[in-house]
T-cell receptor
Framework: RKEVEQDPGPFNVPEGATVAFNCTYSNSASQSFFWYRQDCRKEPKLLMSVYSSGNEDGRFTAQLNRASQYISLLIRDSKLSDSATYLCVVLYTGNQFYFGTGTSLTVIP | GAVVSQHPSWVICKSGTSVKIECRSLDFQATTMFWYRQFPKQSLMLMATSNEGSKATYEQGVEKDKFLINHASLTLSTLTVTSAHPEDSSFYIC????????????FGPGTRLTVT
């Protein structure tokens, strides 16, 4: 079983739609959680950090469910510029980061 | 804050030569830096973890004599690909972390290496 699993998609949604991605992790001792976005041929950029039960930043909401060991990312009112690959990253003890394989999102006009 | 630079952004070299890639944290001190490589349409693959002033920790399957990592200061780490071959062609990305165990990684813009 992979340490971090994501649905690779692709998710194709119309502009203005709400879309949600889930990410599951296997180690219950995980410390911190992050969502990054990566555009094609670019580096990952930090989107949100999730240290407690959740975090909200404008149109983006991340939620953490420790009991079920998953993190979700909700994007409201999708924009064309949201098209990217979204990476779920989990930090374990010992400063070990585990990356999901990413979820591809395309927002269609 | 939390800006990481990488140089060069792209490089083309001949087979058998060595290439050095620099990774700098511009506005913070990075106790830990990470080096990744990424092939097209694949996820990031961690190559090694580098702590300032100590030897890098390499992931299984990564040759430490081929991928030399030096983390000489809290703002600079270098990756040298020695005797490069075409199969080393990839996107190399570094990241830097302020406080190990707690903080996010901030990624450099990457270096695209092509070995001919």
């Amino acid at each position: 079983r992979k340490e971090v699993e994501q649905d690779p998609g692709p998710f194709n949604v119309p502009e203005g739609a709400t879309v949600a991605f889930n990410c599951t992790y296997s180690n219950s001792a995980s410390q911190s959680f992050f969502w990054y976005r990566q555009d094609c041929r670019k580096e990952p950029k930090l989107l949100m950090s999730v240290y407690s039960s959740g975090n909200e930043d404008g149109r983006f909401t991340a939620q953490l469910n420790r009991a079920s060991q998953y993190i979700s990312l909700l994007i409201r009112d999708s924009k064309l510029s949201d098209s990217a690959t979204y990476l779920c990253v989990v930090l374990y003890t010992g400063n070990q980061f585990y990356f999901g394989t990413g979820t591809s999102l395309t927002v269609i006009p | 804050g939390a800006v990481v630079s990488q140089h060069p952004s792209w490089v083309i070299c001949k087979s058998g030569t060595s290439v050095k890639i620099e990774c700098r944290s511009l506005d913070f001190q990075a106790t830990t830096m990470f080096w990744y490589r990424q092939f097209p349409k694949q996820s990031l693959m961690l190559m090694a973890t580098s702590n300032e002033g100590s030897k890098a920790t390499y992931e299984q399957g990564v040759e430490k004599d081929k991928f030399l990592i030096n983390h000489a200061s809290l703002t600079l780490s270098t990756l040298t690909v020695t005797s490069a071959h075409p199969e080393d062609s990839s996107f190399y990305i570094c990241s830097a972390q302020r406080d190990p165990g707690l903080a996010e990684q901030y990624f450099g813009p990457g270096t695209r290496l092509t070995v001919t």
